[in-house]
Structure formats: C-alpha cells, structure tokens
DNA sequence: GTCAATGCAAATCGTTTGCATGAAC
DNA sequence: GTTCATGCAAACGATTTGCATTGAC
C-alpha cells in the first residue's frame, strides 16, 4: 500500500501545530480512509487495519479515537446512513451527496451543481451560515427493482 | 392531550387488517407522536409517555416495538441526524427537509420544490427507483452565529 | 523527563430479545 | 381459548472511558 504523502504531510502539520503527538496509528488509520474507496465503518477500519498492517498491534479504541480525531480536524468526514451506524470517508475527494439501494445496500454517488446552489440559497433565506450537509436518495437500484 | 380521531382510526384499521391487536399502548404513542412538533428519540417518547400517561405502566421496549411498528405501517418516520441517534417524526405534516445548528441543536423543516424534482431527476438518471430521502444542511442559526 | 497517546478491559449507551404473564379477539 | 403484545430483565453491539504503560518530543 502506498503512501498519500501530501495528506500526511498535512496530517503532521496538524498535530504539530496543536502540541500534540504524531503516531504511527493515526497515520495508518489516516492512509487506510484514503485508499478506501467506500464509506467504512469503526469496525470495518480496524480489520483494515489488521490486514494491511499486521504488525502494528492496534486496538478498536484507537480507531475510534483515530477517526474522530481525524473527522475533527476536517481530513475525513462521517454519515449516518439507516441502520448500519456511523461510517467515514477520506476528504480528499470532491463533494458528493449519495443514492442507496435499500435492497442491497450500493452506494452510488453523485454530485448536482443546481442542488448545492439552491441549498445555499435556502441556507440564506432561514439565515443559516451554513457550514456542511448530506443528502441521501434512498430507493432500488437497477438490479434489484 | 386530545387526541387525533382520524390517524387513531387509521392505527385501527390497519392493525385490524393485519390480523394484530389493538393495544392502548400503541394507542398511546402514537397520540405522542401526532403531538409533538420536534424530532424525538425513543427515550425522548418515553419520557412524554410517562409523563402525559402516567398512570400507563408502559415500558421501554414497548415504545421501540411501537415505534418501529409505526415506522413500517408508514404513520411515523425515523431519520438519523448526527450523533443523536434515530429520531422519529409523524407523518401526518407534508414532506419537508431540515436545516440544523449544530451549536444549539434547533432544527427547522424546510420544502423545495426543485429540490424535490432534481432528486427524481437524478435517480432516474441512475435508474433508481427511488422510495425516500433525506436531507440535512448543517450550520449555524441566526443566534448562535 | 514530561505529557499525550496507546492498549486493554471494564463501563456505558441505545436498542433488541427471551420469556412468562396479561390482554385482545 | 388462542394468539399477539406487554413488561421486565438479561443480552447485545457499538462506542467510550479509566488507568497503567509506552512512546513522542
């Protein structure tokens, strides 16, 4: 697995310019949310992280603290989608919102320039500053309507 | 706390179509939730269950299973916002979506209209048949920015 | 050496389940 | 009388916390 290395630089940034530590585990949950290509669980990390790092004895607590720690300082983001609880994803790519299949559970993604511009504008009118959002489409997809 | 005759009668029937009874406490949190004009958990719906019936010796676990029954005959809805939780809400206002500050909590419901079409615009176009939704904007109200 | 971060286990929170009892039909 | 729903307590899964130890600085 290779290494994102501007993220990580960013990362170090961060932490240095808090006074706190840097730590080889943050730096692994880091680089695990950024070559994930889905929306992970607490749980789902932690077992990424015992497969691609099996040396680094780490514990489920850590990742809890990794990813809010991480989600805190703005490098990966959380929803809750149904039932399933929280899960993460990396900031590194743009914004998205997302369409789930409640059937089997896909996510798809996708993006619409006239949503996010009505948003603010509806933001502006109730006199919110607004500062994220999430937006999911719940339905069946192609394959299981 | 009147009660709503029409949606009570609604419970009725469809209890009574599916061949399952007809129980006060269902009754009962049902008539809490066409009462209240906020988002409520389920411990929430058990606090104002105990409060406004006191005498109704109703347990926790009895409110989950009413809710969620509730959910699925489609009287309520859940979504789930941030940390919080699930939250439910009736259904017996129109459709709307929610602005939330994230510093004091307050949430105000809000419709679109283009929203709305965009949405089945954008599930179509991804062959979704799309069966709900949801959508948060997060921010900071009026007071708190 | 100091202070923050870690690992582990125990604690906690919200929610669900098993089971004997009670209520609806 | 049969079957479903309830209340209670125990079980559960996900997340958090306390604390002694380790590691970054």
Chains 1, 2 share one sequence.
């Not at 006074?19 to 994930?36: D, S």
């Not at 290509?37 to 992280?49: F, G, I, K, R, S």
């Amino acid at each position: 697995m290779k290494d994102n290395s501007e993220v990580i630089a960013e990362l170090k940034k961060i932490v240095k310019q808090k006074g706190l530590k840097y730590t080889e585990q943050r730096e692994i949950v880091l680089n695990i949310m950024l070559h994930a290509n889905a929306h992970l669980t607490a749980e789902e990390v932690y077992n990424l992280v015992k497969e691609n790092y099996p040396e680094s004895n780490i514990g489920i607590a850590t990742v809890y603290r990794a990813l809010s720690f991480l989600e805190e300082v703005d490098l990966i983001s959380s929803i809750a989608f149904g039932a399933d609880g929280k899960k993460y994803e990396s900031n590194d790519k743009s914004h998205h919102d997302h369409l789930i299949c409640t059937k089997c559970g896909k996510i798809v993604e996708f993006f619409d320039k006239d949503i996010e511009d009505r948003q603010d504008r509806i933001a502006h009118e109730n006199d919110f500053e607004i500062t994220g959002h999430s937006m999911q489409l719940y339905g069946l997809c192609s394959s299981c309507k």
